[in-house]
Nanobody, 117 residues
Framework: QVQLVESGGGLVQPGGSLRLSCAAS????????MGWYRQAPGKQRELVAI???????NYVDSVKGRFTISRDNAKITVALQMNSLKAEDTAVYYC???????????WGQGTQVTVSS
Protein backbone atom coordinates (compact mmCIF):
# COMPACT_ATOMS: atom_id res chain seq x y z
CA GLN A 1 0.00 0.00 0.00
CA VAL A 2 1.04 3.56 -0.70
CA GLN A 3 -0.28 6.41 1.39
CA LEU A 4 -0.49 9.90 -0.06
CA VAL A 5 -0.90 13.06 1.99
CA GLU A 6 -1.70 16.31 0.22
CA SER A 7 -1.35 19.86 1.45
CA GLY A 8 -1.48 23.41 0.17
CA GLY A 9 -5.05 23.92 -0.96
CA GLY A 10 -7.10 26.95 0.00
CA LEU A 11 -8.86 30.07 -1.14
CA VAL A 12 -7.10 32.46 -3.52
CA GLN A 13 -8.15 35.40 -5.63
CA PRO A 14 -8.11 35.21 -9.44
CA GLY A 15 -4.59 35.79 -10.69
CA GLY A 16 -3.09 34.44 -7.50
CA SER A 17 -0.87 31.44 -6.85
CA LEU A 18 -0.96 28.28 -4.79
CA ARG A 19 1.43 25.41 -4.37
CA LEU A 20 0.14 21.91 -3.75
CA SER A 21 2.35 19.22 -2.25
CA CYS A 22 1.91 15.48 -1.92
CA ALA A 23 4.08 13.11 0.08
CA ALA A 24 4.07 9.36 -0.45
CA SER A 25 4.86 6.73 2.16
CA UNK A 26 4.47 3.02 2.65
CA UNK A 27 5.45 0.59 -0.07
CA UNK A 28 7.48 2.58 -2.56
CA UNK A 29 8.18 1.10 -5.97
CA UNK A 30 11.37 1.71 -7.91
CA UNK A 31 9.56 3.21 -10.91
CA UNK A 32 6.47 5.31 -10.44
CA UNK A 33 4.66 8.20 -12.02
CA MET A 34 3.00 10.92 -9.98
CA GLY A 35 0.36 13.36 -10.99
CA TRP A 36 -2.46 15.67 -10.06
CA TYR A 37 -6.08 15.30 -11.02
CA ARG A 38 -8.99 17.56 -10.23
CA GLN A 39 -12.73 17.28 -9.98
CA ALA A 40 -15.06 20.24 -10.08
CA PRO A 41 -18.67 19.98 -8.91
CA GLY A 42 -20.78 18.18 -11.48
CA LYS A 43 -17.80 17.29 -13.62
CA GLN A 44 -15.66 14.24 -14.15
CA ARG A 45 -12.23 13.94 -12.64
CA GLU A 46 -9.60 15.10 -15.10
CA LEU A 47 -5.85 14.82 -15.34
CA VAL A 48 -4.15 18.15 -14.64
CA ALA A 49 -0.49 17.23 -14.83
CA ILE A 50 1.70 14.18 -14.64
CA UNK A 51 5.41 13.59 -14.19
CA UNK A 52 6.84 10.20 -15.04
CA UNK A 53 9.59 8.20 -13.40
CA UNK A 54 12.08 9.67 -15.89
CA UNK A 55 10.87 13.23 -15.41
CA UNK A 56 8.72 13.66 -18.48
CA UNK A 57 5.76 15.95 -17.92
CA ASN A 58 2.37 16.39 -19.49
CA TYR A 59 -0.33 18.95 -18.80
CA VAL A 60 -3.95 19.44 -19.71
CA ASP A 61 -4.16 22.27 -22.26
CA SER A 62 -6.08 24.56 -19.93
CA VAL A 63 -3.17 24.84 -17.47
CA LYS A 64 -0.20 24.90 -19.82
CA GLY A 65 2.00 27.90 -19.12
CA ARG A 66 0.41 28.46 -15.71
CA PHE A 67 1.02 25.25 -13.75
CA THR A 68 4.30 23.45 -13.16
CA ILE A 69 4.65 19.94 -11.78
CA SER A 70 7.83 18.76 -10.10
CA ARG A 71 9.00 15.83 -8.04
CA ASP A 72 11.63 15.07 -5.44
CA ASN A 73 12.63 11.44 -5.73
CA ALA A 74 14.63 11.47 -2.50
CA LYS A 75 11.62 12.64 -0.49
CA ILE A 76 9.05 10.86 -2.69
CA THR A 77 7.02 14.00 -3.12
CA VAL A 78 5.30 15.77 -5.97
CA ALA A 79 4.35 19.42 -6.13
CA LEU A 80 2.10 21.49 -8.33
CA GLN A 81 2.88 25.19 -8.60
CA MET A 82 -0.24 26.96 -9.80
CA ASN A 83 0.06 30.53 -11.05
CA SER A 84 -2.40 32.91 -12.69
CA LEU A 85 -5.26 30.99 -11.17
CA LYS A 86 -8.71 31.32 -12.68
CA ALA A 87 -12.17 30.68 -11.32
CA GLU A 88 -12.40 27.62 -13.54
CA ASP A 89 -9.46 26.08 -11.69
CA THR A 90 -11.72 25.68 -8.65
CA ALA A 91 -11.93 21.99 -7.81
CA VAL A 92 -10.81 19.30 -5.44
CA TYR A 93 -7.28 18.34 -6.42
CA TYR A 94 -6.13 14.75 -5.97
CA CYS A 95 -2.61 13.42 -5.88
CA UNK A 96 -2.03 10.21 -7.82
CA UNK A 97 0.78 7.66 -7.58
CA UNK A 98 0.96 5.03 -10.29
CA UNK A 99 3.39 2.17 -10.65
CA UNK A 100 5.00 2.78 -14.01
CA UNK A 101 3.69 0.60 -16.81
CA UNK A 102 0.85 -0.83 -14.74
CA UNK A 103 -2.70 0.02 -13.73
CA UNK A 104 -1.77 -0.04 -10.07
CA UNK A 105 -2.51 3.40 -8.69
CA UNK A 106 -3.14 5.12 -5.39
CA TRP A 107 -4.98 8.33 -4.56
CA GLY A 108 -4.71 11.02 -1.95
CA GLN A 109 -7.70 12.25 -0.02
CA GLY A 110 -8.01 15.46 -2.05
CA THR A 111 -7.47 19.11 -1.24
CA GLN A 112 -9.87 21.92 -2.09
CA VAL A 113 -8.70 24.78 -4.27
CA THR A 114 -11.11 27.69 -4.57
CA VAL A 115 -10.40 30.65 -6.82
CA SER A 116 -12.75 33.50 -6.05
CA SER A 117 -12.77 37.20 -5.36
Amino acid sequence: QVQLVESGGGLVQPGGSLRLSCAASGRIFSHYDMGWYRQAPGKQRELVAIITSIGSTNYVDSVKGRFTISRDNAKITVALQMNSLKAEDTAVYYCNYRVSGTAVAYWGQGTQVTVSS
